[in-house]
């Protein structure tokens, strides 16, 4: 777990870190005193940010607050029925994002090893606080998908087989949200 290191071939266009309209402004999810973060007994990348949760990790990859397009790298574990995840996430990230005027999340999951639902209390008010937006969870594991599904979360969020970018890396980040922002009008009809 400790090789898994966020993306980082868009630091020329944003980083989290030196954004100061971002929760993670000035290092503020990062491990105290350059040490590891730890889940289970893996140590994690320090470069991934601590929001709050036991099992799930974050990277605030890329921010277009003229458009509304925030791009997040997840890893770990989403365990709403234990650790109640969605509403760290919404707290902690999502809310001050909103407020600035984010209201497309773009939830990249390739490194979302599980995902454990609980109540949707907390996705149906993200869903409504991003009325105009969406929040899609790209490069979800088929197991992952299903989850989301037996939680009944489809209304709030957008993820299966439509939402496989494999290449997302090599994208102009603008250009992959604008992409997916496409995607979910087609499907729309819009």
């Not at 893996?42 to 458009?67: M, N, R, S």
């Not at 890396?169 to 009008?185: E, G, K, N, S, Y």
Request: aromatic letters at 12%; charged letters at 25%; a negative charge.
């Amino acid at each position: 777990m400790h090789e898994l290191i966020p993306h980082s071939g868009w630091k020329a266009r944003y980083q989290a870190s030196l954004d100061p309209k971002c929760p993670l402004y000035l290092d503020r999810g990062a491990p105290e005193n350059g040490a590891y973060h730890r889940m289970y007994d893996f140590v994690i990348h320090p470069e991934w940010d601590a929001i709050g949760c036991e099992t799930l990790y974050i990277k605030l990859l890329f921010v277009d607050y003229d458009q509304g397009y925030a791009v997040i790298e997840l890893l770990g574990e989403w365990n709403d029925a234990v650790h109640n995840d969605v509403m760290e996430v919404k707290r902690r990230l999502a809310d001050p994002l909103n407020l600035q005027g984010i209201d497309k999340f773009l939830l990249m999951a390739d490194n979302l090893l599980n995902f454990h639902g609980g109540e949707e209390d907390y996705y149906s008010e993200w869903a409504e606080d991003c009325e105009a937006g969406w929040i899609v969870m790209l490069n979800a594991r088929d197991h992952v998908i299903q989850d989301l599904r037996a939680a009944r979360l489809s209304s709030y969020l957008w993820a299966g087989e439509r939402y496989r970018f494999a290449a997302w890396r090599a994208q102009d980040p603008l250009a992959l949200c604008q992409a997916v922002d496409l995607l979910i009008q087609k499907q729309l009809g819009a």
